[in-house]
């Protein structure tokens, strides 16, 4: 595996680590927030500087950049949520981002179609 692709699958096992704090009881935001800012810095620290790779991942790359930024903005909410319900439903779209963002590692560290062949 090439050094690009380590830092892409460490990348989605950090986003791992995190999905699977969202689903323990109870919850602590400031800890998730802790592991946005890890995330963040691992992204603009490690896979920013990657030389170009084209458009393909260039795209993903905007995609995860933007994904992370909203993903920040969740847990902020999640931090004010007074209700039961409305904590279980920041803490749902938490997770469904969290997905999002490690299918696009997944999809990077994948050759694309036409490699494949």
């Known amino acids: 595996m090439s050094l690009n692709l380590e830092k892409y699958h460490r990348l ?3 986003l791992e680590q995190i999905r ?3 689903c323990v009881t109870p919850v602590n935001p400031p800890e998730l927030r802790k592991g946005v800012a890890l995330l963040q810095q691992v992204f603009r ?5 990657l030389p170009d790779a084209g458009y393909r ?5 905007t995609e995860i950049s933007k994904q992370l930024r909203l993903l920040e903005i969740d847990i902020m909410f999640l ?5 039961a319900s409305t904590t279980n439903e920041r803490l749902k779209l938490i997770r469904d981002r969290l997905q999002t963002l490690i299918q696009y590692c997944e999809a ?5 179609p036409e490699a494949q062949t």
């Open 12 to 14: 989605a096992t950090l």
């Open 20 to 22: 699977s704090d969202t």
């Open 45 to 49: 620290l490690e896979i920013v500087p």
């Open 57 to 61: 991942v260039q795209s993903y790359q």
């Open 79 to 83: 931090q004010g949520a007074r209700q």
């Open 108 to 112: 990077i560290v994948q050759p694309p």
